[in-house]
């Protein structure tokens, strides 16, 4: 329409809005807020809350992720005293709890998968998750490898037989990863717990992830400012993985110093290798659950989240406590 000036006068156009994701819009929120990465034991993307003019009063300690500490530090307590009780008591008594808990894991894991329309078949994986454990304490590292392959394909076969066609390769190969995520790296806790002072491995290895765990939390809440892979674990630091890395490493120390004749550079070397691990196997497990998009495996585990939300680091370590153990103590 015409100005009083003779002007021709246009409304305003608005330009569309960009249109993102729901993960690129998390972690554009995440980016522009001020929060400590390694401030907690979670990995997903805390939703955003507008500000409220009276904070809420909490009826217990809750850490920025949103995790209940005395809970949370109750059950870690509690879990760590039971295996490591069960490890001392009897080395077929901790297999066989081992095996149990694994088949947790890959029905936890199978129903997390369900989102992203991902699916894996829990028979054949937990007879090959029995299978493991049973071939590992009877044959040793050979009887793993072999369970290990005849589980690969006994999962394969399994879902090629099924009538569904859609997603076979996909489907396979997920039952795979499952298989040598959970009960394979598992499995070398048995050969700790099987060889000489097998009980005493499986404490320094639990101890340094444990350690690590603890001193990346503390360091990162105090320190953290640099970020490790923010991609992946936007709550991680490398000043909360250095914390971790000395706290873990002190602690196996410590523990070989006492029960292996004072030998500490063994539970040293130990605990500075399962740090590094029980990292990188907990970014692998923030990396999965950011591609199937869950922030936690499950709610079984209060205060903690899922078996696999505690798993994950340890998972990682024990092949490698196993192979540093085997350089200075032998194998068996």
Same mark, same amino acid.
């Given at each position: 329409m015409p100005s009083l000036h003779g002007e021709p006068v246009f409304a305003p156009v608005h330009e569309p809005a960009?249109?993102? /994701?729901?993960?690129?819009?998390?972690e554009r929120a995440l980016a522009e807020a001020d929060v400590p990465e390694d401030a907690v034991d979670g990995d997903a993307i805390d939703p955003v809350v507008a500000p409220v003019d009276a904070p809420v009063e909490?009826? !217990?300690? %809750? /850490?920025?992720? +949103?995790?209940?500490?005395? @809970?949370a530090?109750?059950? +870690? @307590? /509690?879990?760590?005293?039971? &295996? *490591?009780a069960i490890a001392w008591w009897n080395a077929l008594a901790f297999s066989i709890a081992l095996i149990v808990v694994c088949v947790a894991a890959t029905y936890e894991w199978k129903k997390a998968l369900l989102g992203s329309s991902r699916r894996? /078949? *829990?028979t054949p994986i937990a007879l090959a998750t029995v299978g493991m454990g049973v071939a590992t304490w009877t044959g040793g590292p050979e009887g793993l490898v072999v369970a290990l392959l005849v589980g690969? &394909?006994? %999962?394969? &076969?399994?879902? %090629?037989?099924d009538e569904r066609v859609e997603n076979t390769m996909a489907d396979s190969m997920a039952s795979i990863l499952t298989l040598m995520w959970i009960p394979f790296l598992a499995s070398f806790l048995i050969l700790m717990e099987t060889a000489e002072s097998g009980w005493i491995r499986v404490l320094i290895v639990v101890l340094a992830v444990v350690g690590n765990d603890t001193g990346g939390l503390f360091a990162g809440m105090l320190f953290g400012k640099h970020k490790m892979a923010p991609r992946v674990s936007p709550k991680k630091t490398w000043e909360g993985f250095a914390g971790g890395l000395i706290l873990g490493?002190?602690? !196996?120390? *410590?523990?070989a110093w006492w029960l292996l004749d004072e030998r500490w550079w063994i539970g040293a070397a130990v605990g *500075?290798?399962?740090?590094?691990?029980?990292v990188l196997g907990d970014l692998a497990e923030s990396a999965l659950k950011r591609d199937i998009q869950v922030k936690d495996m499950s709610g079984a585990i209060p205060g903690h989240g899922g078996i696999l939300d505690r798993l994950d680091s340890i998972l990682v370590a024990a092949p490698v406590g196993y192979v540093v153990f085997a350089l200075f103590l032998g194998a068996s």
């Open positions: 960009e249109r993102v /994701s729901a993960a690129e819009a998390r909490q009826i !217990a300690p %809750v /850490s920025r992720g +949103g995790r209940n500490m005395p @809970i530090t109750m059950m +870690g @307590i /509690s879990i760590l005293v039971g &295996a *490591l894996i /078949s *829990l690969c &394909a006994g %999962v394969v &076969a399994w879902r %090629v037989a490493t002190a602690a !196996a120390a *410590l523990s *500075l290798a399962c740090c590094i691990a029980a």
